[in-house]
């Protein structure tokens, strides 16, 4: 689109005449004359108001009649040729036109020439405006070139070649036939025979469907430059291309297409087995549930046979009938929306015996995107309810064993700071078993020290590697009684924000107030039956003292031996009593007979050996020998000295029944010599202890010391 000037001065007559304005009228360009510097229309053509879709012009100004126009520059375009007298050619320049009120502007594309109207003096008194519209001349020229470039386009970015022989030799060809058949450019492929982009096996082919002007796809072996074979599909049609008849074909590598389809092959057998092996059932049916495909385990889920699944079979003659209904419905709706399911229900098997299965139902589309098969995973899911069942009748009993022991269930999280209660827990607590009390109302009933000894307890546990805890607990009950509930708990610990560790328990609660009560009279009993001992020991003392006092100033040692005597069986007794007569430990025992004699110097008794707990008559026995080898170390052996040492070790072993051996070995004091009679000590060690024990004691005296070796057997130490 351009201007360009133009002749000017044409001169016309104020009084034109009405031959001139018939030529006017009957011209088929338009035509428009406009008056003065407003461009005032003084006449136009019918083919001008076509153009513009007016009829009511004539004597108005172009920016009224024609508003849309000054916006696109006409306006000033007339001021300045009315100004300067310099007439204005435009080609097909683009113009916008409302054509209709209200209605969207219209695109024209105009030749046109805008000429000045001179008076006598060369002054400008209006514009003669003639133009052309030229729209359609550049819309058809517009699309060919676009087809031009489509066809360009098509030619030089298409992936298949493109070829034009005569039958003999190449004319003519796209980048793209080069590249496929190895040439660097389309000139190297021009001149070459037709046949030498084949083999010789598929030349004959391709001649034959050259002679036959055929235009059916066909698939031949291709012939690279470099000579490598490689598949292709030809494509060919007669034309005429610069005055000569061609043929005009069309090459596409397969090379990738049979790659892909002998992996898809593949992919499709691999699939295959995996239908076939598959550790889940895998069936097919068609839209009215009529089986088409299973694999084995499908077959040994169901009980069928493929042979029988396969004959006809639907999918609803083997649900069970009770689950058939529901199974139709899911079925069908699947099919109108296209939407997976899933169910459990179960197969009747042959023999009449039932399975669980749960199935997850697909629904495949052809490639139209109509409904084609129902695809379904099918897994056994008969081990399982076995398991739900017995789940069931698990947490049944439980419950029974809980109500029967009068057990409550209860969570809590110190994370969220809640507990879960039951109606069983609110009893135990004193509250209503409907209560639903909060964590801070049951803390309210702990006693005293009770909330951080739960926390040390769970606290302990976790610092050991230990996830379960057992604690007491103390409450008191709005009407002031108090109760105790023993708490066992599983523990699970996670950490928070800034180091922050909370703990989350399950656990049981039962009550136990009664127990603590009876140990309560139970201690006072012991108490009472301690004390009562005691003073008995005491008046043996007293009358013992009394008895060897008449004998006189010789007795002295006697008593004083007699006397340590009754202080080791009361130490004994002390430490059976702490137990409540249940046993005690041997190390303690020991402990507490030898702490006299070893208080001063602590390296001189060694005590080395097992946790061993011993009943109570056993550590009677064994606490007075203990005793009386003490006692004679601290007069006569190693404990008499102050370089004289005691060890003490015991052993488990692991005969049947497994034995304790506790050995008594004396260093470092007085050579010893064996006595030249055995006094009461002795036989107490070696018969009394023998007897108590079921076992035996051997006083061995050796030079370098006293060895007592003990031995009992196990069944007879709790």
């Known amino acids: 689109m351009h201007g360009n000037p133009v002749p000017s001065g044409l001169p016309f007559a104020a009084d034109k005449t009405d031959r001139l304005r018939f030529f006017f009228q009957q011209a088929p360009g338009m035509i428009a004359i406009l008056s003065g510097p407003d461009h005032v229309f003084e006449f136009t053509n019918p083919a001008y108001l076509e ?109 298949e070649g493109v070829i ?28 070459r025979p037709s046949t030498a982009f084949v083999t010789s096996r598929s030349a004959e082919l391709l001649l034959e469907k050259g002679r036959l002007r055929q235009e059916e796809p066909y698939e031949i072996e291709a012939c690279r430059k470099d000579g490598s074979v490689f598949p292709a599909e030809f494509v060919g049609r007669e034309s005429v291309w610069q005055g000569q008849s061609v043929r005009i074909g069309l090459a596409r590598d397969l090379t990738n297409q049979k790659r892909r389809e002998t992996e898809l092959r593949e992919s499709e057998a691999h699939l295959a087995a995996i239908f076939d092996q598959a550790a889940a059932g895998f069936a097919e049916c068609d839209l009215s549930g009529r089986f088409v495909r299973v694999n084995d385990r499908f077959c040994e889920i169901s009980g069928y046979t493929r042979d029988k699944l396969l004959s006809g079979l639907r999918m609803q003659d083997i649900t069970h009938p009770d689950d058939l209904p529901e199974n139709l419905r899911l079925f069908q709706q699947a099919i109108k929306a296209g939407e997976a399911f899933e169910i459990e229900k179960r197969y009747v098997r042959p023999d009449g015996t039932e399975v669980w299965v749960g199935n997850t139902v697909t629904l495949i589309r052809q490639e139209d995107g109509r409904p084609h098969i129902m695809a379904s995973v099918t897994i056994d899911l008969t081990a399982r309810r076995e398991a739900e069942s017995a789940l069931r009748q698990s947490e049944s009993r439980l419950r029974l064993a809980l109500d029967a022991g009068r057990m409550a269930v209860w969570e809590s999280d110190t994370r969220t700071n809640s507990v879960t209660t039951s109606p069983e827990l609110n009893r135990l607590l004193g509250f209503s078993e409907d209560a639903s009390p909060t964590i801070e109302e049951i803390r309210s009933r702990y006693a005293p020290g009770a909330h951080e000894r739960l926390r040390m307890a769970a606290a302990a546990a976790l610092t050991h590697g230990q996830r379960y805890a057992e604690e007491e607990l103390e409450v008191i009950w709005p009407d002031g009684s108090h109760h105790w509930l023993l708490l066992r708990a599983d523990l699970e610990a996670s950490h928070g924000p800034e180091g922050a560790v909370f703990i989350k328990a399950t656990g049981v609660a039962f009550d136990i107030t009664d127990r603590k009560l009876w140990e309560g009279r139970q201690q006072l009993l012991i108490n009472e039956l301690n004390h009562r001992v005691k003073n008995t020991l005491a008046t043996v003392q007293s009358i013992a003292v009394q008895s060897f006092r008449e004998l006189g100033p010789e007795s002295d040692l006697r008593v004083g031996t007699f006397q340590d005597r009754l202080l080791a069986l009361a130490r004994a007794h002390d430490i059976l009593t702490r137990d409540n007569w249940e046993g005690a430990e041997l190390r303690e025992l020991i402990g507490e007979v030898i702490e006299p004699y070893c208080r001063q110097s602590s390296g001189r008794c060694d005590v080395d050996g097992p946790q061993v707990r011993l009943s109570p008559n056993i550590a009677l026995a064994i606490s007075m020998a203990v005793h009386e080898l003490a006692t004679n170390a601290a007069k006569y052996g190693a404990l008499s000295v102050p370089t004289g040492q005691v060890s003490i070790t015991w052993t488990v072993t692991l005969d049947d029944p497994r034995h304790l051996t506790l050995c008594w070995q004396e260093r470092g004091g007085p050579p010893v010599e064996p006595p030249k009679r055995k006094g009461f000590g002795t036989r107490l060690i070696e018969r009394s202890l023998a007897h108590e024990l079921s076992g035996e004691a051997i006083l061995a005296y050796v030079p370098t010391g006293v060895v007592c070796t003990i031995k009992a057997p196990l069944s007879e130490v709790t």
């Open 51 to 159: 153009l513009i879709g007016r009829h009511d012009v004539i004597g108005q100004r172009v920016r009224d009649a024609l508003p849309e126009l000054e916006a696109q520059g006409t306006v000033a375009l007339l001021d300045t040729v009315y100004a300067t007298g310099e007439p204005f050619v435009g080609r097909q320049m683009p113009v916008a036109f409302q054509r209709r009120p209200g209605a969207p502007t219209e695109t024209r594309y105009m030749d046109f020439v805008y000429q000045p109207v001179m008076d006598d003096r060369g002054k400008a008194t209006g514009i003669f405006a003639q133009g052309f519209d030229v729209t359609e001349q550049v819309e058809a020229r517009t699309a060919l070139r676009e087809s031009e470039a489509r066809y360009r386009l098509f030619s030089e970015e298409t992936r």
């Open 164 to 191: 034009i022989h005569n039958g003999t030799v190449a004319l003519d060809c796209n980048p793209a036939y080069a590249r496929i058949f190895g040439y660097d450019n389309v000139a190297d492929v021009i001149g």
